[in-house]
């Protein structure tokens, strides 16, 4: 039986309540692998950013029982080199080791508290000049739409927090896991973290085609050996342009989500069937099992038989 994972929320004034919900939301799918609670530095109602305040369950004591620690976003105004009131004293209360999350304006919590200095971190692309200046000793990187340092993650702006969720539930549980969830969620079950912000990206007009059909097609002959002529051609497009507007529309190139998603369903069948390496290869398309071990490597840095024993036994969830 797995040991239900303590997941606290601290929701400081000022919070943006459409991320303040989404470790419930996201971890929430799971109530027999986690349990959420939120809480306040005061175990007092806490202001939205909205109309609205909201009342929390937990005072900043439950921060010590946490396996997991969440900061959502607060409203830019409130933004500070100090730590917001209360917010020292509750952070202190967090046993060493713990994993410590920040979703967008989280990271300034973090920085202020020391928490990331010298580590990789990211923040929403808006803040990320101010971020720097006065967080130097941090490695910021405003271009991905999550970091993960370990113990340490940080997210950019608003949906990213999903993002980041669900990459906690995969790294927790494997990739069936964590697309069930994105299923019950009606979310995109993968979008990784070096994946870049989408940053004034202009929407092309209703005439322009787009290729969301041929991703669709792609991910259904992905055991073929998938050329860029061959997806630009099946959605009528010069390469060039194919290219251009796959970036604009994904924030990655066509060569790299090809590889995600063989990776992504590779992982699949490595946590369901017993099917041989170089037999799950042919099926998502790397050409050999050779290039599925370094792919899968270079992606989670394990051999796809170690992932297999990790995560073979989480693959079905519950509910």
């Known amino acids: 039986m797995t040991a239900v994972h303590r997941v606290v929320v601290l929701a400081l004034d000022g919070v943006y309540p459409f991320e303040l919900g989404i470790p419930s939301r996201i971890f929430g799918a799971l109530q027999d692998r986690y349990e959420v609670r ?24 439950i921060l010590a029982a946490a396996d997991t620690v969440v900061l959502p976003p607060f409203e830019l105004s409130r933004i500070s080199r100090e730590l917001p009131p209360g917010a020292a004293e509750a ?6 080791g713990t994993r410590i999350v920040s979703i967008c304006t989280g990271a300034f919590v973090l920085a202020a508290a020391g928490l990331l200095d010298g580590r990789p971190a ?5 803040v990320a000049g101010v971020f720097r200046s006065w967080y130097p000793t941090v490695e910021l990187d405003p271009d991905v739409l999550f970091v993960d340092d370990g113990d340490v993650l940080t997210s950019a702006g608003a949906a990213s927090g999903v993002d980041v969720c669900l990459h906690l539930v ?8 964590a697309n069930h969830v994105a299923r019950v969620c009606v979310v995109p079950p993968w979008r990784d973290g070096g994946q870049a912000q989408y940053i004034e990206h202009p929407v092309p007009p209703p005439s322009v085609n787009g290729t969301s059909a041929t991703r669709q097609w792609a991910m259904e002959n992905l055991h073929e050996p998938l050329t860029l002529a061959q997806l630009a051609g099946h959605a009528r497009m010069s390469l060039r342009t194919f290219i251009r507007r796959f970036n604009e ?11 995600q998603q063989r990776v992504s369903r590779a992982q699949h069948l490595l ?9 799950i290869a042919g099926r998502v ?4 099992g050779t290039s599925l071990r370094e792919h899968l490597h270079a992606a989670i840095g394990v051999s796809p038989m170690a992932y297999r024993r990790t995560f073979r036994g989480a693959a079905a969830p519950a509910g």
């Open 285 to 288: 398309g790397f050409a050999t």
């Open 122 to 126: 990211t923040t929403h692309w808006a």
């Open 91 to 96: 952070l202190a209360t967090v046993r060493p």
């Open 38 to 61: 939120t809480c306040s530095v005061d175990g007092g109602p806490v202001a939205t950013n909205a109309d609205f305040s909201v009342t929390v369950g937990y005072g900043p004591e």
């Open 249 to 259: 529309e994904v924030g990655t190139s066509p060569g790299r989500w090809l590889i």
């Open 170 to 177: 995969r790294r927790d549980h494997g990739a069936a896991v």
């Open 271 to 279: 946590e369901t069937t017993d099917l041989p390496v170089d037999d």
